[in-house]
């Protein structure tokens, strides 16, 4: 970020990784754009985060100019992933306190479906932390056994002499009656005060109690620790002076929450940080024309993919993270260890592994010289000659090549009698396989033919390896956006408010009416109304998406299946062919004899944020030549060879020239393999052939 910035009403956004902290700054009098990467300090984020804010304020921002602060977070994903939440209770229906352990009996399906070996993940709210609420709510909404009070004293102080500091209450159908575990977390707040509480039926109110025990136990795990952060973060924004009302969390739905909001919700936002760089990439195909994608993003810790058809990402109702369910709508991301910071090396049987620990951002790569000794893949790529030492994130930092050399040479290259380079290459083949890997379960496993998709590449690494990989899968090419680097955060300014709600009442499609359906909705979008408007968005800035979920009677599984705002007469035979239709897509057949039941209503309600302007450009007529920075010597495939190194910036609209090159920017490096082909197009992407002319 350079110059002195006009005084205009500014969008701050930042989306915090592993290694950098990513930062986009929107001027939305001007749309003029400008980024900035940052060293993460995962101790605090916060740290970091204001450490952006004070270099726009450095610019000769007024911190009062800061109107929108929207943040990508990892603090829940990371407190989930490495068993940091806090000591979690749990209290259930009298009799079914096994609900949790059980779970749905079948192992998960991928390569651990026959691994003998394989063990549940470790209950959050093991069973010494589990109690039994005696009461009974009827699978209709009706109170067979009332709440035993006395005994919900005993279970919670029971729970406050174990040392929980959150607790989870998933009754049996309280998606239907929602009043006995309102009145279990009054008693819960008497008799532990402090303690924080969720409800099944606040988090995810619907059917299938496993999974509404599942992820409302995640929630409970990760809500104080989230609540504080947020907090914190929130003081400390005010403290210098950013203290608009439009603070926001990205969730995994791809769309914002506010701090509030999210502080209640922590589930929501385990999917946080990658969700900004699907939601950036729908804009790519609208500036491209591609219209199916997957979205690549590797930084410095891990790889996140995603597919993109026909303008849109792969959505899910419910997902997986590290073995554990939840039951919440968002973007279908599969994600490996494989980032700049992935560490290599070589077993007690010689054998090379890469992954999945990573270096992080503290000690980081060897390169960096912050006391890091092993060999990452930020460390092979400065090797190979596709980094530049002295011009990394626009020359702020300069990598040592001496000790990324000695790190892959005595780590591996030794031990596998090679050269440094030669083991270099082998270390990024096998993390390329990985993310191949990776790609194709989200494609080819699903039937769709990655020779109709680009690759979209961003993330701080992605580029650097995104030629390869798209060669050896056969797709159609790549294409790099203006500012790969920060994507992420590029996506959380043009994300718009989001807010998710269901509601389950099972009937046969045949026994309901129009009216009915319009009647359930309406009450959703009430509440959608109501939310929105607490958050500043005027009726004529919002938006709701309705939708049900349907099955053949008898199915365990649904389909969602979009609707009308106000269904009017004849819709639900329209429905009914809907869903034929869909299943037939999702399944490869259909039963047009068979009933069809709706099992929930879902409402999204949308508070919609002015779109970013993203400007084309035209020709200045400048030439490939103006571009260059240097000559330099790179290997591929074993040969090491003289390489171009251009800077991005000066590369005119219309450009094209072939591999191999390297292109600097200050956010990202993109390497163009031998044979491949890149163009500069009006918006000024980079499209890549990735086939050898």
């Known amino acids: ?145 009332p709440l035993d009070e006395a005994q919900i004293r005993a279970e919670a102080r029971h729970l406050g002499k174990r040392g929980v500091e959150s607790i989870a209450v998933c009754l049996l159908f309280s998606f239907l009656k929602p009043e006995h575990e309102a009145r279990v977390r009054a008693i819960i707040e008497e008799e532990i005060p402090g303690c924080s509480v969720s409800l099944s039926s606040e988090i995810v109110p619907q059917i299938r109690e496993y999974y509404r025990l599942s992820t409302t136990v995640i929630n409970a795990y990760l809500q104080p620790i989230l609540a504080r952060y947020i907090a914190n973060l929130d003081h400390r924004l005010n403290g210098v002076g950013v203290a608009t009302p439009q603070k926001y969390i990205m969730q995994s739905n791809g769309g914002m929450s506010t701090f509030a909001a999210t502080a209640k919700k922590a589930v929501a936002t385990v999917l946080s940080g990658p969700a900004g760089g699907v939601t950036a990439s729908m804009q790519a195909c609208r500036t491209t024309g591609f219209q199916n994608l997957i979205a690549f993003d590797m930084g410095g810790t891990s790889c996140d993919v995603a597919l993109i058809k026909d303008g849109e990402p792969s959505l899910s109702n419910r997902g997986k993270i590290e073995g554990r369910d939840i039951a919440l709508p968002m973007i279908d991301i599969n994600t490996v260890s494989a980032g700049g910071g992935t560490l290599a090396r070589v077993d007690r049987f010689g054998t090379l592994e890469v992954g999945p620990e990573s270096a992080g951002a503290q000690p980081g790569p060897a390169c960096y010289g912050r006391g890091g000794e092993q060999p990452t893949i930020t460390d092979c790529n400065l090797v190979l000659g596709y980094l530049s030492p002295d011009n990394f994130l626009g020359g702020q930092m300069t990598l040592d090549r001496v000790r990324a050399h000695l790190a892959v040479e005595t780590h591996v290259a030794k031990k596998l009698d090679m050269d440094a380079p030669a083991a270099a290459e082998g270390i990024v083949r096998i993390i390329n396989v990985k993310m191949q890997e990776a790609i194709k379960a989200i494609s080819t496993m699903r039937g769709h033919d990655l020779r109709e998709f680009m690759l979209l590449a961003f993330g701080g690494a992605g580029p650097l390896h995104a030629g390869r990989i798209a060669a050896d899968l056969g797709m159609a090419g790549v294409i790099v956006p203006p500012f790969p680097g920060v994507y992420s955060a590029m996506g959380l300014v043009m994300s718009d408010v989001k807010h998710d709600y269901i509601r389950s009442r099972l009937s046969p499609l045949a026994n309901v009416t129009e009216s009915e359906i319009n009647a359930v909705f309406d009450a959703l979008a009430r509440h959608a109304g109501e939310d929105l408007a607490t958050e500043h968005f005027a009726e004529s800035q919002t938006r709701i998406e309705p939708a049900l979920d349907m099955r ?73 030549a103006d571009a260059l920075r240097e000559t330099r010597k790179a290997q591929f495939d074993g040969r090491l060879v003289d390489c171009p190194v251009y800077q991005r910036e000066k590369l005119d609209v219309g450009t094209a020239f072939i591999g191999p090159a390297v292109i600097d920017q200050l956010d990202c490096t993109t390497v163009l393999f031998p044979g491949h082909t890149a163009r500069v197009d009006a918006y000024r992407n980079i499209i890549m052939t990735v086939q050898e002319a």
Do not use: W
Request: glycine share 12%.
């Open 552 to 624: 053949y009677a008898g199915q365990g599984y649904e389909i969602t299946v979009p609707c009308d705002a106000v269904l009017k007469p004849g819709a639900i035979k329209a429905l009914r062919q809907r869903f034929d239709l869909l299943h037939k897509e999702s399944f490869g057949h259909t039963a047009p004899d068979e009933p069809v039941e709706i099992v929930s209503y879902r409402l999204r309600g949308i508070g919609l944020v002015p779109p970013v302007k993203i400007p084309k450009f035209a020709p200045t007529g400048t030439n490939l």
């Open 1 to 145: 970020m350079g110059g002195n910035l006009s005084m205009g009403r500014y969008r701050v956004t930042v989306d915090t990784g592993g290694t950098f902290s990513d930062f986009v700054y929107l001027d939305e009098d001007t749309d003029e754009i400008s980024v900035a990467k940052i060293p993460s300090t995962p101790d605090d984020p916060s740290r970091a985060i204001l450490a952006g804010i004070e270099r726009l304020i450095e610019k000769g921002v007024a911190p009062s100019n800061i109107r929108y602060f929207c943040h990508g977070t990892t603090v829940g994903t990371n407190a989930l992933l490495e068993g940091k939440g806090v000591r979690t209770g749990l209290l259930v229906t009298q009799g079914f306190r096994g609900i949790y352990e059980v779970q749905e009996q079948s192992r998960p399906h991928g390569p651990t479906i026959f691994d003998i070996m394989y063990d549940k993940p470790a209950l959050l709210a093991p069973a010494s932390q589990t109690g039994e609420v005696r009461e009974r709510i009827t699978s209709s909404g009706e109170v067979l056994i």
